[in-house]
């Protein structure tokens, strides 16, 4: 089990690491956001490939921070079966949504989007403008290391229950201490 346990730090900490990088994305989305407006309103032109940069830079916030956002309990739940719980329903419910439902859906998605990423790689699909970003295929590529992602994250999510369950001490998350203030663990 401790093997285990260090494969789900291990995932915890490149989670971690991802999320707070792409995390940044979001000021230079906001940046660019502000250029755009600034360019078109101000000096009457625009460029289509800074508003697919936009577009791009959104998926990888959203994509690329969703395992970010597992590792810190930040998705939506239904309350009514996980807020007033115990920890041992709490790590019960979080094993068992996992393993039921997370790894099963992202099975799925590497399955079904494969082909469709694989497609676009073979003729190095580029934006519909002309002056757009030439990279389409790399943006799809991101649906493969979402769910890549999100696998490995149910399946630290799993790991760390399961040693919650039988009574064993996790090791710590890859949290700086005022980050882990605010979160009860599991």
Do not use: C
Request: charged letters at 15%; zero cysteines.
């Amino acid at each position: 089990m401790h093997i285990l346990l260090a494969l789900s730090r291990l995932i915890d900490l490149a989670s971690y690491r991802i999320g707070r990088a792409v995390s940044w994305l979001a000021l230079t989305m906001v940046l660019l956001q502000f250029l755009v407006v600034v360019l078109r309103y101000v000096f009457g032109t625009g460029e289509i490939w800074l508003q697919e940069a936009i577009i791009y830079q959104h998926a990888l916030v959203f994509m690329l921070g969703a395992s970010y956002t597992l590792l810190k309990d930040g998705h939506v739940r239904v309350d009514i079966l996980y807020t007033n719980r115990s920890p041992r329903a709490k790590a019960a419910i979080n094993m068992l949504g996992a393993l039921l439902l997370l790894i099963p859906v992202t099975g799925l998605i590497l399955w079904v989007a494969y082909p469709y990423v694989a497609r676009s790689w073979a003729v190095l699909e580029g934006s519909r403008e002309t002056s757009g970003i030439p990279g389409v295929f790399l943006l799809k590529t991101v649906i493969l290391v979402f769910a890549l992602m999100m696998f490995l994250q149910g399946l630290s999510t799993i790991i760390r229950s399961l040693a919650f369950l039988r009574g064993l001490e996790l090791p710590p998350l890859p949290y700086r201490d005022d980050e882990a203030a605010d979160r009860v663990e599991v």
